[in-house]
């Protein structure tokens, strides 16, 4: 499975973006999909999962700010966040989990996002 994300940039704090991770390859194989970001000098930190069951989890931090989807016909995942603060700058990474593992193996490049206050 191959992932490209896009749509990150520069955006003032209290705005908003989408990003999108496009799915290639062997989507089949998809249990679950999520989105992951690290600043720098920090460790890598979960976002949030869309399951192959349209169930959706999110960490503490973006809860109530950011949604995460998937549209099965454009093989696409999004992150829409809203009320940026500039603690959410980071690079933001679209990863996949494949059967039989639960583990998110398949990554994408990254998209960086810049929140400035």
């Known amino acids: 499975v191959q992932l490209v994300e896009s749509g990150g940039g520069l955006v003032q704090a209290g705005g908003s973006l989408r990003l999108s991770c496009a799915a290639s390859?062997?989507?089949?194989?998809?249990?679950?999909m999520a989105w992951f970001r690290q600043a720098p000098g920090k460790e890598r930190e979960w976002v949030a999962t869309?399951?192959?069951?349209?169930?959706?989890y999110y960490s503490d931090s973006v809860k109530g700010r950011f949604t995460i989807s998937r549209d099965n016909a454009k093989n696409t995942l999004y992150l829409q966040m809203n009320s940026l603060k500039p603690e959410d700058t980071a690079m933001y990474y679209c990863a996949a989990a494949l059967v039989p593992s639960a583990d998110f193996r398949s990554w994408g490049q990254g998209t960086q996002v810049t929140v400035s206050s």
């Open positions: 869309f399951t192959s069951g349209t169930n959706t």
């Open positions: 390859g062997s989507l089949f194989r998809i249990s679950a």
